[in-house]
């Protein structure tokens, strides 16, 4: 298979996106994780590439604020719901609709995102993401993710602080952009989870309670179903069980 192709399209308010393409068929949307992007999170584990394989066109950006699309503006200069809105700007520019939507982690919560002002994509799925998710009032991974990048600004030597220095220059992000990132990590209330009528899958490791419970936020989803991996909310990207629950849940839409 060849190498994905990279490229560039202006957003909603003019702000440079990237995103990696690779193969054909109906359209697959892939969100990476908080402090990622789409190479370390899809290309690299070969995710991306096995997706294609099985005849989909995989559409994988680096969201806003993360790896090759750097938003040099303030936080507070973020609109709200920004990265969502960055992927249906992406799919107007592409002309196309989403067949799926799968995101992982951060990229989970932005699938739903996607979804509830869009009510695009026919079939969702949540990798790395529970029950959490539903509960609005809950800011303790936000409040924590933003105490390490405020940590690593100060320039302390703190484990956290230094572990989010790490990511960003692994994978080409910014604290800066982190920061701006946070504030479309929204999670969406179990009222408006309760209206999605798509065909849900969610993934989580068995050791991987960072946002809830996997199987009880299926049970908050209609049409929802959960699939256990092995692993922590980390090392769970790496299952080879996640690619091939992936694919088989998009094969059995067509």
Do not use: C
Not at 105 to 133: E, F, K, N, P, Q
């Amino acid at each position: 298979m060849a190498a994905p192709a990279a490229r560039t399209f202006e957003s909603f308010d003019g702000t440079s996106i990237a995103y990696t393409e690779l193969g054909s068929g109906p359209v697959v949307l892939l969100l990476h994780g908080f402090t990622g992007n789409a190479d370390i999170n899809w290309v690299q584990p070969g995710i991306a590439q096995k997706i294609a394989a099985a005849g989909y066109r995989v559409i994988a950006p680096d969201m806003r604020g993360h790896g090759a699309s750097p938003v040099p503006d303030t936080p507070e200069s973020w609109p709200r719901d920004a990265i969502a809105r960055d992927q249906i700007a992406l799919m107007k520019h592409l002309g196309t609709e989403p067949y799926a939507v799968v995101g992982y982690s951060m990229g989970a919560l932005t699938a739903l995102r996607y979804h509830l002002l869009s009510r695009g994509g026919t079939r969702l799925v949540l990798g790395g993401i529970g029950d959490s998710a539903a509960d609005e009032s809950n800011t303790d991974r936000n409040t924590a993710f933003r105490a390490a990048i405020e940590a690593a600004l100060r320039g302390e030597d703190t484990p956290a602080a230094k572990g989010i220095l790490a990511r960003a220059k692994a994978t080409g992000g910014t604290l800066e952009g982190y920061l701006g990132a946070l504030s479309s990590r929204l999670y969406t209330g179990r009222d408006l989870l309760e209206t999605f009528a798509v065909p849900v899958l969610v993934l989580t490791g068995d050791q991987d309670t960072d946002n809830g419970s996997g199987p009880a936020l299926a049970e908050i989803i209609p049409n929802a179903r959960h699939r256990q991996l092995t692993g922590t909310h980390i090392s769970a990207v790496g299952d080879p069980a996640l690619p091939e629950a992936i694919i088989a849940f998009l094969d059995e839409g067509r």
